[in-house]
């Protein structure tokens, strides 16, 4: 399995670059200070964190819907759920849906890059 991650605005010449480690087997990131077991401590950590709700709403931003959507299959108000991704938000050290849900691939393309099960 090939893994890696380019940035639209990484320059060309780091891009071939990338490339090839990815081609070469390596798990390739655009800063390059994180990589491997390291990055996946990391965001682990932070998922761990969450509480099982948190945990649940996470999943739930990652499948799409929307906080209303959320709010009806929990049985919980919108504002609730606003409340509890603030907390999501803040935990996972990112300011939006988006960049949570980047958090949770990333530890999953780490983790299966390493032969790790979430589920463990």
């Known amino acids: 399995m090939l893994l890696g ?3 639209k605005s990484t320059p060309v ?3 071939v670059i990338a490339i090839k480690e990815v081609l070469n087997g390596k798990l390739w ?3 390059g200070e994180f990589t491997g077991q390291a990055k996946t ?3 682990e950590d932070k998922i761990a964190s969450l509480t099982a709700k948190q945990h649940e709403i996470l ?3 990652a499948d799409g819907l ?3 959507q959320i709010a009806y299959e ?6 609730t759920i606003k409340s509890h ?7 996972l050290g990112v300011r939006n849906r988006t960049q949570a849900v980047i958090v949770l691939n990333e530890l999953q393309l780490s983790q299966s890059a390493f032969g790790h099960d979430m589920s463990e």
């Open 5 to 7: 991650f380019i940035p």
């Open 13 to 15: 010449s780091d891009m």
């Open 29 to 31: 990131t655009p800063d």
């Open 41 to 43: 401590s990391i965001a």
């Open 59 to 61: 999943l739930m931003f």
């Open 66 to 68: 929307l906080n209303k």
């Open 74 to 79: 929990l049985g919980l108000s919108e504002s």
């Open 85 to 91: 991704a603030s907390t999501i938000f803040l935990k």
